[in-house]
């Protein structure tokens, strides 16, 4: 045999039929497939995890953006060793208990939510199921019956991050700014347990130093309404971390500077738009410290047995331009201790 014959049939061995014979390994399971994705991971083996937002506005939109980029860092890579199922109910409670549900029969491993009603429809989806929920950016996590009580573990399913508006701390920045401020008008939904209990405390707090007018929204379509219903009856606005306002925040902050009150918000995005001041909770960070408990959680401990934790960080942002705009001066000793001044 020539050896341009030896090497022809050496050729058609290579290509042929020793494809063949690896395809039949893998068909039998002599040999482990490693397809499934672009990542060779197979797609059965990735973890899920369901992240369900209430609402889209620029705060809970960075607890989102700081818990996927923690989770980078804590090595679970999207496509590569997790799904993220990413949903939002655009400010509906019928749709975020519906994503509840899916999420639920999905058998995710576990929930990150983020706010008060996605978190409440979460806990209620997966009761008795045993999938984990962490919730992020809920401001009474007592009052909305996702824990028993501060600085213990909750012994079910559930555990997260808890924000409690510094209201009163907010309300003592209003009087420092605005020491002659008598009338004090708070834009919220009623129908949010968070902004309930935040006004609650604020009328409790300032009893006797100002008098609190309240205005009422059911929907983001209602804010510019109940913001035009306060002018020439308070000398200043509060919104508190309140969901349906938020998402609604360009019309309340256009209201505010036509009719001239000065606005203070429970958020520092608001503030970067055109409210006047806040000390606020850092979103990003909240999303970051979220992220961290569900590595926890996906690392083996269980949710029950982790004691929920307080937001770590805060942040006093002050717009400058803003303040100008309406005759506002800000006192230095609030200037001094400012973490951002916006000129």
Known sequence: MSKMS??????????????????????????????????????????????TQYVAHPALDLD????????????????????????????????????????????????????????????????????????????????????????????????????????????D?????????????????????NSVSNVKRIKAYVQGKMEVVEATAASSSEVQMAAQSLAGRVDAVFMPQDNTVMSAVDALIR???????PLYTGDTESVKKGALATLGNDEYDCGRQGAVLVARILKGEKAGEIVPEEIRKRTLLINQGVAEKYGVVIPKTVLD???????
Not at 71 to 82: D, F, Q, R, S
Not at 255 to 261: F, N, S
């Open 173 to 193: 920045l209003i009087r420092e700014v605005q020491p002659a401020a008598q009338r004090l008008g708070i834009i919220y939904n009623a129908g949010e347990a």
């Open 255 to 261: 209201v505010c500077q036509e009719q001239d009150l």
């Open 64 to 171: 989102q953006e700081g818990f996927l980029a923690q989770m980078k860092e804590e090595g679970y890579i999207a496509g590569e060793n997790v799904n993220f199922d990413i949903k939002n109910s655009q400010g509906d409670p019928n749709l975020a208990k519906t994503i509840g549900d899916k999420f639920a029969a999905d058998k995710v491993d576990v929930i990150l939510a983020i706010t008060t009603p996605s978190s409440q429809a979460a806990a209620q989806a997966t009761r008795g199921s045993g999938i984990p929920v962490v919730f992020i950016a809920v401001s009474d996590a007592v009052g909305a019956g996702l824990m028993q009580e501060i600085g213990r573990p909750t012994g079910t399913n559930i555990t997260g991050v808890y924000s409690a508006d510094p209201v009163e701390q907010q309300m």
């Open 337 to 343: 201790r400012a973490d951002e001044i916006i000129k």
């Open 6 to 51: 030896k090497m022809s049939k050496k050729v058609m061995l290579s290509k042929v039929i020793l494809p063949l014979l690896l395809s039949a390994l893998m068909v039998t399971g002599c040999l482990k497939q490693t397809g499934g994705d672009a990542s060779g991971q197979p797609e059965e083996k990735l973890l899920k995890v369901g992240v």
